[in-house]
């Protein structure tokens, strides 16, 4: 689904990105760890285009990826964000249509999304009415809406409560299971332990550790994922 | 859809749906039509007529008020019996005591009021009659003037008229610095008002880290050149909207108090017509000409000139012009708004970057007075030449008639700067605006433009 080759970026004289490769599969819930400042956002702001490698190239369900391809990416960023005062609904439509979507089939999947969470009654209220927890739901709608082949959360998690996450862990595997392929990034080891299929674990901008979550944990035996985060932080410092 | 358009249509309807809009966009056709109409009503509306005991111990201001369509004067004999009638009759608003002379001029008159102060009115039409009868008393008793011949001498009048020597056409220089200013004015306020507003609504998408998830779907440059245009067309819209309603207010206005304004005109007539009296009648004959030479006919000029100085001005390139500059140097400054609001997370600390952006068209302003000077000088050459000042600069200027290849040079400095200008804006920004919680400087700056993508 989508292959990242021998990537390579630098900020200035910083070094973000130092020869990062990683293979996503298809249909697979893949793993982005790493301690802040690894390089896990530079990484996927390239796969989002946002900003180009110095080197290396990127596959896209196995040709080279183009600008045309990061529509079919929905991304949670971690820094989430929605204008204040414009309507939720409003909002979403434009989000929506700015991704490639026509304005009639966004605001149809739309409600049915917003029925399903709960949400459809804010509609017409201004987003900074709405809850912070509120707020991440339709962000994450509005993240799938337009039907991505490639998910990207960013630590999705942080800033719900524990009834929401759930519902939010159950929505990715729901669409994991409809043919989604996405990537995960976060600190939350047991969620990723929870998951992920596969992981690439990233330290000081090198890939540091990746294979199939079985692979790994037979590997390390009697050890549970934070144990062999912490473990291989430390010893490639 | 093409997704630029989108953002477009986004940043136009936000704002365009915002009550501060239309509040906006009203106000100002409200406030020309007030600032055109409260003057004809205020002249039309019936005052209270006021009545005003004359008491003269001087002898020579006997017989000389004259009451008018607000004030009748009526003589008293003495003035205890004037104080009684005062505090006796309600109707009575004032007694004017001018006592006997001990030199040959009079040096004090009193206007003597029982609780209520006489209105602004009274006072000054008293003043003015004594200032009036003395002035003839003395003309006449000393220099034998009559009152005739004093209209006559101050009713003449020499209008000047500068002209251009080959078209033999007025050059009506005031209105046309009247004309000037109010563009001059009108684009910086609009660079300045449209320009901040961009960089609001950048710092906007920043702050609220909503543009993290727009960058995916479009390309920075997308975005910024997205929100300037579509804050662009909502000055463009604001603009048309004020010209049409002010149109229309003012056509309003002249229809619905045609009568109004006419009644205000007569006034003149009606009151000098009023003052007549059989024993001043010649006296008021002359001044009736004064009246019209300083009011009717010197006012008939003003008018006129104005009218004639309106029409001499080319509108039509002038609304042209207006449009070309307004649209480029706001796109100008607004894409370096853009940039400045992509640099910073908050307002308080925007100062740094938009300071050198205000620089040059706030020192055009400044200059504006020494350019009035010599609307043709070299000063005003220059600042109309140079793509950050031109835009008010050579606004200004136009109405004073600019040479063609000058307007050209203008033209294409500020066509040619603009790209130059956004592509610039366009590198800060795409690198700044993902740049959240640290505190950007100049440096920073010199370092995104140099930056590679």
Redesign the interface.
Known sequence: MLQINHITKHF?DYKALDDVSIHVRKGSIFGLLGPNGAGKTTLI?IV?????PDQGELLFDGRPMTQAD??Q?G?L?E????????KVGEQAI??A????LDKATAESRLHEWFDRLEIDSWWNRPVEELSKGMQQKV?FV??VLHQPKLLIFDEPFSGFDPVNADILKREMLHLRNQGATIIFSTHNMPSAEELCDEIALINHSRVVLSGALSDIKSQHPGCDLDRIFIDTVTHTK | ?N?IL??IQ?EYL?RVKKPSFWILTLVVPILLAAVYAIPIILASRPLEHAHVLVVDDSGLFQGQFRSGRNITYHEAGSLDYAKRQLSAHDSLDAIVFIPARETSIPQDAFLYYQSDAPSVTVQSDVNSQLQEILRNCILLDVHGITPDDYALLTGARIHLRTQDIETGRDGFLQIKLVVGGLLAFLVFMAVFMFGSQVMRGVM??KT???????????KPFQLMMGKVVGIGLVGLTQFALWTLLSGVAMGGLRIANADMFQQAQSRNVTQIATKGSEATAQYQNARDQAARYESGEGVDHAVQDMLEGVSSINFGLLICLFVFYFVFGYMLYASLFAAAGSLVDNETDSQQFTLPLTVPLLLTILLLPAMINEPSGSLAQWFSIIPFTSPVAMLFRIPFGVPIWQIALSMGLLVVTFPLCILMAAKIYRTAI?R?GQKLMWKDVF?FLRMK?
Do not use: A, F, W
């Open positions: 200035g702001r989002n285009h946002i900003i180009g990061v529509d990416i991304y960023p820094e989430r964000g929605l204008y204040k005062k414009m434009y989000l249509r700015l991704k490639g962000q509005v993240t | 859809m997704k989108l953002v986004r936000t906007e998408e609220s880290r909503v543009v993290e998830v727009i960058v995916c779907s479009i993902l959240y370092n993508h």
